[in-house]
């Protein structure tokens, strides 16, 4: 299937400069192989080869430029108000281990781009979120607590250089922000030799604990990293345990420069920073949350964070917008480490919940130690085996309620009904002979219409006007309108509907 996918970039990847990996083709044989190109997959390869491991990484499209190069792009253990939820689910003593983690990932990132000489923009920088509302007061006190008991470098404070006036905020000194996609891919360039390769444009379509494969060849290997925001096809579960959430993201010239991260304590969430590319200052803004492939939802969260970021500060217009997706997990911790018993298991890492970037790399951590049978502390909380229904109870039955209801039907457009009532441009759910089609025509008036029913479990799938692609609200596999992968649990192709 040709690959026709032209959907959104982010600022990110719209921004960052470019890297051209080789295809993989042939037979390989390494001690260790990893699926996907991101800050987990890309940070892995690096631990590994340091301590001798041979290894391939393969990336289905361009390494750094999905999950990570989508992001908000803050280097940061402050995760929101992260800490009481993980102290009143797991007690403090795991809490601390979560903490732990975070600083250790950035310390890392630091070290990494001092050792390689990655340009990247890394810029230090403090982490706030801040409260306008009475009700959130509290709990912005008792996260200071808590966080300053587990060693963070927590304080109350009220200074914040923002437009308007806050009640309080929680600071954290010594964090960072960076360009991810420059970042992932210096690193990613630091690696190739004669027992270290990275290849893009390599789906894989096959596994087993001990291979991958292909379209063009096999790798055999010790051991399987699954670095693929969700483990692809049905691997541990994890589509039951950890759930798909998508954020609006945009990108606006800025003229007030702010000399920090920030982000909101109650819901909607937003969270901002700057960058500066070719002497001008952008203002990067991320927040409010909907299901993929929910048009409408999609459509009024973008238009809430346009105008929070235009009313408050004098930034715009909009110049990019793209949509953030990540994992949430059942029990508000990631997933990271074997996926099941020795015989039969991948390391596995997911769940990060929009805070990708330490967590990403701390997983790396985890898993370099894991895949050379060394012993790691944080691996008591990240555990990928663990079962924690108490933990995440309420939020599981949520869930499964909702991804249920996707099973049935999708949202048929109350547009269009069928394909000639389809403006270029436009696209829709309809029905047709009685099954339900994704159809997209294209600005040149080209019709493309496949199958509605995702090829991972069958749910329905919704259109992300943003993106222009076919996102699944159940599990978040992603399909460009002819139906290609983009990225998975999914590995095969919606299916033809002409």
């Not at 979120?129 to 912005?140: A, G, M």
């Not at 459509?299 to 929070?308: H, K, M, N, S, T």
């Amino acid at each position: 299937m040709a690959k026709t996918w032209r959907g959104e970039e982010s600022y990110w990847n719209s921004t960052a400069r470019d890297q051209d990996f080789p295809a993989f083709s042939g037979d390989l044989k390494v001690d260790a192989v990893i699926v996907g190109g991101g800050i987990v997959g890309v940070s892995t390869a690096r631990l590994l080869k340091e301590r001798g491991l041979s290894v391939a990484l393969l990336e289905a499209h361009k390494v750094g430029r999905q999950a990570t190069g989508r992001s908000t792009a803050k280097v940061t253990s402050q995760h929101r108000l992260l800490y009481q939820t993980l102290e009143d689910k797991f007690g403090s003593d795991r809490a601390r281990l979560y903490a732990e983690a975070q600083e250790q990932g950035l310390a890392t990132i630091r070290s990494l781009v001092q050792q390689h000489e990655l340009d990247c923009d890394l810029e230090e920088r403090a982490a706030y979120v801040y409260t306008q509302k009475e009700d959130s007061v509290p709990l912005i006190e008792r996260e200071a607590e808590i966080t300053q008991q587990l060693g963070l470098p927590a304080t109350v404070t009220r200074e914040l250089d923002l437009p308007f006036d806050v009640l309080t905020a929680l600071r954290f000194d010594r964090q960072a922000q960076f360009h991810p996609t420059n970042y992932v891919v210096g690193l990613a360039r630091s690696l190739p030799d004669s027992n270290c390769h990275i290849f893009e444009n390599s789906r894989v379509i096959d596994w087993g604990p001990d291979f991958v494969a292909t379209e063009q060849g096999r790798i055999e290997a010790g051991c399987v990293v699954m670095a693929t925001h969700l483990p692809l096809g049905k691997i541990g579960g994890y589509f039951t345990r950890a759930f798909p959430q998508a954020e609006p993201a945009i990108a606006a010239e800025i003229r007030q420069e702010l000399q920090a991260m920030y982000i909101t304590a109650e819901e909607p969430s937003r969270s901002l920073r700057t960058h500066r590319h070719n002497g001008k200052l952008y203002a990067v803004a991320v927040g409010g949350s909907f299901k993929p492939g929910q048009t409408e939802e999609q459509r009024r969260e973008f238009a809430a964070l346009e105008d929070w970021l235009t009313t408050n500060f004098d930034a715009g217009p909009v110049a990019y917008r793209w949509v953030n997706e990540d994992y949430k997990p059942m029990d508000s911790a990631p997933f990271v480490g074997w996926s099941g018993s020795a015989a039969d298991s991948y390391l596995v890492a997911t769940g990060f919940d929009a805070w990708g970037l330490t967590n990403g790399t701390a997983a790396a951590m985890i898993i370099a130690d894991l895949a050379t049978e060394q012993a790691n502390p944080w691996v008591e909380l990240f555990d990928a085996r663990r079962i924690k229904p108490i933990a995440g109870g309420a939020e599981f039955v949520k869930e499964t309620a909702s991804v249920a209801a996707h099973f049935v039907s999708g949202r048929l457009s109350s547009k269009a009904r069928s394909y000639e009532e389809l403006s270029p441009g436009e696209a829709a759910i309809l029905k047709i002979d009685g099954e339900e089609v994704a159809a997209f025509r294209d600005q040149e008036g080209t019709l493309h219409a496949v199958s509605a029913k995702c090829t991972h479990l069958g749910c329905v799938v919704g259109w992300n006007d943003i993106d222009r692609t076919w996102d699944c609200p159940c599990h978040g596999s992603r399909f460009s309108p002819v139906g290609e992968v983009i990225h998975g649990p999914a590995v095969k192709p919606l299916s033809s509907a002409q």
